[in-house]
């Protein structure tokens, strides 16, 4: 274990490609050092943590929204158990994409923590197609996650045009004070060496954004699967609502019935490492754009939907019973 411990914050809007981007860094890990990953998610029940799981690092989520709520308190407990348990010798922080930055970075540059981290680059990532949507641009929290950035990031360029790549560059240059590094990747390719030197601590454009949030999120022990083997649980908050389910795995679903769901034009994300007929799935939509790899067997599927409306819960949780068959 290192101390202190180097950490960087892998920042960037719902979507964006965060948790494979760690996934792709996590394959560089020397042989000889052992990597820790704290992922917090706006839903309830951690896709990106059950993705994380077979990666080789030790993993903490902290589920249900901004990390930094309560005072700090979901994310120093998840940071202490985490470095307690894993005593890493990197750890990198994912925090959700529907987050705020300002204050995850005050906890980790506190004095609780000068002698145990060493914090490096924060690196955001950025959809350059984002950048034609004026909502995205206006959103605080997409403007606070670029602000916090030592390195900006396009990601997803393979799926750009030479017309969105030129206003990502161009963008990019314009933005006071400018980044020390802007890179541009596909696949979530980013290079071990850019988690390297340290962070410029850059002011967010809107330090008290973070006060929007609801901060009543306490932390709850999670039930176990085996006692209770369907389970759903439900989150709201900046904008969007959330429906999750965790379900045992002798549950299994029909892989067509859950694709058809995951199409629903109301979701902002559909995420889901489940089992199914045809094998373990890592189902993920954004933006309409389907993906299904096949993935190792999990101790529990887990399902996501994310919208900016609100989701009538009962309704969808019919429709995934309905998928379901029994192994």
Same mark, same amino acid.
């Given at each position: 274990?290192?101390?202190?411990?180097?950490?960087?914050?892998?920042?960037?809007?719902?979507?964006?490609?965060?948790?494979?981007?760690?996934?792709?860094?996590?394959?560089?890990?020397?042989?000889?050092?052992?990597?820790?990953?704290?992922?917090?998610?706006?839903?309830?029940?951690?896709?990106?943590?059950?993705?994380?799981?077979?990666?080789?690092?030790?993993?903490?989520?902290?589920?249900?929204?901004?990390?930094?709520?309560?005072?700090?308190?979901?994310?120093?407990?998840?940071?202490?158990?985490?470095?307690?348990?894993?005593?890493?010798?990197?750890?990198?922080?994912?925090?959700?994409?529907?987050?705020?930055?300002?204050?995850?970075?005050?906890?980790?540059?506190?004095?609780?923590?000068?002698?145990?981290?060493?914090?490096?680059?924060?690196?955001?990532?950025?959809?350059?197609?984002?950048?034609?949507?004026?909502?995205?641009?206006?959103?605080?929290?997409?403007?606070?996650?670029?602000?916090?950035?030592?390195?900006?990031?396009?990601?997803?360029?393979?799926?750009?045009?030479?017309?969105?790549?030129?206003?990502?560059?161009?963008?990019?240059?314009?933005?006071?004070?400018?980044? =020390?590094?802007?890179?541009?990747?596909?696949?979530?390719?980013?290079?071990?060496?850019?988690?390297?030197?340290?962070?410029?601590?850059?002011?967010?454009?809107?330090?008290?954004?973070?006060?929007?949030?609801?901060?009543?999120?306490?932390?709850?022990?999670?039930?176990?699967?085996?006692?209770?083997?369907?389970?759903?649980?439900?989150?709201?908050?900046?904008?969007?609502?959330?429906?999750?389910?965790?379900?045992?795995?002798?549950?299994?679903?029909?892989?067509?019935?859950?694709?058809?769901? =995951?199409?629903?034009?109301?979701?902002?994300?559909?995420?889901?490492?489940?089992?199914?007929?045809?094998?373990?799935?890592?189902?993920?939509?954004?933006?309409?754009?389907?993906?299904?790899?096949?993935?190792?067997?999990?101790?529990?599927?887990?399902?996501?939907?994310?919208?900016?409306?609100?989701?009538?819960?009962?309704?969808?949780?019919?429709?995934?019973?309905?998928?379901?068959?029994?192994?």
């Amino acid at each position: 274990m290192k101390q202190p411990i180097p950490t960087n914050l892998i920042l960037g809007f719902l979507g964006v490609g965060k948790t494979t981007a760690i996934l792709e860094l996590l394959k560089s890990k020397p042989d000889n050092e052992v990597w820790a990953v704290l992922v917090n998610e706006f839903g309830e029940v951690g896709i990106d943590g059950a993705l994380l799981q077979t990666s080789g690092a030790f993993i903490k989520e902290v589920p249900g929204g901004c990390m930094c709520c309560v005072a700090g308190l979901p994310m120093q407990i998840g940071l202490n158990q985490l470095i307690h348990k894993a005593r890493p010798d990197r750890l990198i922080i994912e925090p959700t994409g529907l987050g705020h930055p300002s204050q995850i970075l005050e906890t980790l540059t506190s004095e609780h923590y000068a002698d145990v981290l060493k914090l490096g680059p924060v690196i955001t990532l950025v959809d350059p197609r984002k950048l034609e949507e004026q909502r995205v641009l206006d959103n605080v929290q997409f403007r606070d996650q670029v602000a916090a950035a030592d390195i900006l990031v396009a990601n997803k360029t393979d799926l750009c045009s030479p017309g969105q790549m030129a206003r990502f560059e161009s963008w990019a240059a314009d933005l006071k004070p400018s980044k =020390s590094a802007v890179f541009q990747t596909r696949y979530g390719h980013l290079k071990a060496d850019w988690l390297d030197g340290n962070t410029a601590l850059p002011e967010v454009s809107d330090p008290g954004a973070h006060h929007h949030h609801d901060h009543s999120h306490g932390v709850a022990e999670r039930v176990s699967i085996d006692v209770e083997p369907w389970q759903i649980a439900e989150n709201a908050g900046q904008g969007f609502y959330s429906v999750g389910w965790r379900v045992h795995p002798d549950g299994v679903f029909e892989e067509r019935a859950l694709l058809v769901m =995951s199409m629903d034009s109301h979701f902002a994300r559909f995420k889901a490492v489940v089992r199914t007929e045809e094998g373990w799935r890592a189902i993920n939509v954004v933006d309409g754009a389907l993906s299904v790899l096949d993935t190792e067997p999990r101790e529990e599927s887990r399902l996501e939907v994310i919208s900016p409306e609100p989701i009538e819960a009962a309704g969808l949780d019919q429709q995934l019973r309905e998928a379901l068959r029994e192994g």
